[in-house]
């Protein structure tokens, strides 16, 4: 317990000094909800505590080039995560743009949209190399304030990591997946000299490659991203993207994924997006059509204000 609690502070500091407006945020809910700061920094960022044993996790990402980029995500975790998730609707503030960010109950952010058009996604990967150093989900919500791809790479680049992932970025004219840890950041696709690019669970550039922890590799994502790779030309509108994020092929191993690596430690697709800058249309979703609990979605205008 020393271990977590020392480590969550140190987080918790670096949190502080790299984006101040989104952890008064987190200290809001945590005061509200009367709990530790180790708490509140486990919920955010469970994936950055390497030496604990992680459950069957996963999540994919996608984005393709259709004269405006479409790109959608999914979130895989235990299925009970599902009755958590929630979509943050954040207004314009202080200059920074609006933004909806797919997250789950107490958690700062997972992945969204703001109202520039900048799309934020990500992939976790195992690496040997973590350290203390600011919440991922912050820095999802902080990449949410830039304005464009180029100013969210940026911003990344001059950001210390916590441990292995791989970044979505996006705007309505292109798209990378960036794969990131504390000793490298390695562009993995663009779509300024390909038509589809997409990721998975496991690394793959060589410097990344090089750190990655095999043993702690997600079981479906090999499959997945296979899926990923079969599919992705099929996808010409957000209508096509949501019926691939939702696809069952392969089960339990499907990008919609339903796998469970034992009774106590199911796993499934508990969330999902997918975003159309040709339609100006997204959708995000809770559960899945398959599963015991109902699938709850919510259209928007991604470009559009968000009512304060």
């Known amino acids: 317990r020393k271990w977590i609690e020392d480590n ?47 459950p069957e996790e996963g999540c994919s990402t996608v984005t393709v080039n259709r004269g405006k980029t479409i790109s959608g995500f999914t979130w895989d975790m235990h299925g009970s995560a599902a009755d958590y998730v929630a979509l943050i609707e954040l207004p314009e503030d202080s200059g920074r743009p609006g933004a909806r960010v797919l997250s789950v109950v107490g958690c700062c952010g997972m992945a969204g949209v703001n109202t520039e058009g900048a799309v934020v996604s990500i992939n976790n990967l195992n690496t040997n190399n973590a350290q203390a150093a600011p919440m991922w989900p912050v820095v999802v919500r902080s990449l949410l304030t830039q304005s464009s791809l180029s100013e969210m790479k940026s911003r990344l680049s001059n950001t210390d990591v916590g441990g292995g992932r791989s970044y979505l970025l996006a705007d309505p004219d292109c798209g990378e997946i960036i794969e990131v840890s504390p000793s490298c950041q390695v562009q993995v696709g663009t779509l300024e000299n390909m038509n589809e690019v997409f990721h998975a669970n496991h690394c793959l550039s060589d410097e990344m490659i090089a750190i990655e922890d095999k043993k702690s590799l997600s079981s479906t994502t090999h499959s997945r991203y296979g899926l990923l790779e079969k599919n992705v030309s099929k996808i010409q509108s957000l209508s096509d993207m949501k019926d691939l994020l939702e696809s069952h092929e392969g089960e339990p191993k499907s990008i919609c994924s339903h796998y469970q690596s034992n009774s106590q430690d199911p796993s499934q697709t508990c969330a999902a997006a997918a975003i159309d800058f040709n339609s100006n249309k997204a959708v995000f979703w809770r559960g899945c059509s398959k599963g015991s609990r109902a699938v709850v979605t919510h259209e928007i205008s991604p470009l559009e204000p968000v009512d304060g």
């Open 8 to 54: 969550a502070m140190s987080q918790w500091s670096r949190t502080e000094r790299y984006d101040g407006s989104v952890f008064a945020e987190l200290e809001g809910i945590r005061v509200a909800a009367n709990i530790s700061v180790s708490d509140i920094v486990v919920l955010n960022n469970y994936t950055d505590f390497r030496d604990l044993p992680l």
